[in-house]
Nanobody, 128 residues
């Protein structure tokens, strides 16, 4: 199994930057990709980005692609989400999730059901 722990959330002002971390433990060698999703109460979990654990391109949602950057520290088994130019609409609980096997299913990177291990989430609040 893979365990994930997010950290780095907090309260910031619009225009600020914040970096979230997702530390993986357990069977990290089985990880194929890590995704970041966010959720606000009453809404479905929203895809933000998926980064390959084994090399390859990183994919972003249109809503964040010019402001958020995902990266990975292989030695630390940690994935980061650098968020810049934050907006009040970025307020949400942010989750990282891991997928442990490749798939040919279309659009898997943006579908939360394709990820099997989830962290507990970290709250990001952006004030106007």
């Amino acid at each position: 199994q893979v365990q994930l722990v997010e950290s780095g959330g907090g309260l910031v002002q619009a225009g600020d930057s914040l970096r979230l971390s997702c530390a993986a433990s357990g069977r990290t060698k089985s990880i194929y990709a890590v995704g970041w999703f966010r959720q606000v109460p009453g809404k479905e979990r929203e895809f933000i980005t998926t980064i390959s654990w084994v090399g390859g391109p990183t994919f972003y949602s249109d809503s964040v692609k010019d402001r958020f950057t995902a990266s990975r520290d292989e030695a630390a088994n940690t994935v980061y989400l650098q968020m810049t130019s934050l907006k009040p609409e970025d307020t949400a609980v942010y989750y990282c999730a891991a997928r442990t096997a490749p798939t040919s299913r279309p659009d898997w990177r943006a579908r939360s059901v394709e990820f099997t291990s989830w962290g507990q989430g970290t709250q990001v609040t952006v004030s106007s």
